[in-house]
C-alpha cells in the first residue's frame, strides 16, 4: 500500500506560480515513476507531468512545456510540480499518483488539491 498526501494548491492570478508537494509513504521502496494528473470542471482527467524514480526521465504534456517542472526528492519520497505563468485553463483539481512498475498503470492516488487561477 502507498499513501499521497497533496499540498500547495490555492488561488493564484494569470501569471503567478504555485508549487505543489506530494508526499508517498508506506511502500515507497519499489517505485517506478510518480506523476502529476488534473481534472477541470466537465473534462476528463489529463496527465500533467510524470517522472521516473530511479533515473529522473520526466514526460511533460504539450500545454505545460516550458511552464511546469516535475522534480523529485527520493530521500524524502516526494514529488513536486512547480507551476509558473499560470493561466485560467490550468484551473484545475491536481492529483499525484503512484506507478508501482513499467508493467502497471497508475495505482495509487491522493486525494487531489485545487489550483484556481483567476484572470
Known amino acids: 500500500q502507498v499513501q499521497l498526501v497533496e499540498s500547495g494548491g490555492g488561488l493564484v492570478q494569470a501569471g503567478g506560480s504555485l508549487r505543489l508537494s506530494c508526499a508517498a509513504s508506506?511502500?515507497?521502496?519499489?517505485?517506478?515513476?510518480m506523476g502529476w494528473f488534473r481534472q477541470a470542471p466537465g473534462k476528463e482527467r489529463e496527465v500533467v507531468a510524470t517522472?521516473?524514480?530511479?533515473?529522473?526521465?520526466?514526460y511533460y504534456t504539450d500545454s505545460v512545456k516550458g511552464r511546469f517542472s516535475i522534480s523529485k526528492d527520493n530521500n524524502k519520497n516526494t514529488v513536486y510540480l512547480q507551476m509558473n505563468s499560470l493561466k485560467p485553463e490550468d484551473t484545475a483539481v491536481y492529483y499525484c499518483?503512484?506507478?508501482?512498475?513499467?508493467?502497471?498503470?497508475?495505482?495509487?492516488w491522493g486525494q487531489g488539491t485545487q489550483v484556481t487561477v483567476s484572470s
Open positions: 499518483a503512484v506507478r508501482l512498475s513499467v508493467t502497471r498503470a497508475y495505482d495509487y
Open positions: 508506506g511502500r515507497t521502496f519499489s517505485f517506478y515513476a
Open positions: 517522472i521516473t524514480w530511479n533515473n529522473g526521465i520526466t
